[in-house]
């Protein structure tokens, strides 16, 4: 079974649990589908006391699910997965979760010197900004993941009223 396309998670405990960059980090990481604690150490090169304490978070609030368990070497691992593919949060200027994610891509697109940022302020009827909006959206959901030995790309898209605060954001 598919995940649902939007996990609407819009309330105060929500943000309190995206507040970190770090679940921030495993939430993106997760988008990839479930991965153990074990797993998602390596990945993020992160302590696994961390990544559980963080996953424990995460589960608590509903942003991620455990789900199939697989026996190695005598133990068991659990994996752990997103809701859904997108995860929409409340936006604004006093939102931790909003800045702790940005804050995490601009390190990443900082430590990056391929990246490409390109921003611009354009005038658009609201019927444009929709197309653009429907346009970008589909063209970053339809692309195929590539093989997993490929290297990972980040892609942040975002059409926004210039000079006002966004209302709701998506990871």
Known sequence: MNPPELFDATS?????ALSHPTRH?????LGEGAATVSQLTNRLMINKGNVAHHLAVLVEAGLVHKGSTRTVRGGTEQYYVRPA????FEGGPDNAALFAMMSNLANEIA???QALLNHRTLRLTEHQAAA????LDKLVHDLKP???PEQRFGVV???????????????
């Open 12 to 16: 105060a405990a929500h943000a309190r």
């Open 25 to 29: 980090r495993l939430l993106l990481e």
């Open 85 to 88: 593919k997108a995860i929409k």
């Open 111 to 113: 430590g990056d010197k």
């Open 132 to 135: 653009l909006t429907t346009h």
């Open 146 to 148: 590539a093989s997993p």
């Open 157 to 171: 898209v975002s059409v926004y009223r210039h000079g006002r605060a966004a209302v709701s954001q998506s990871v």
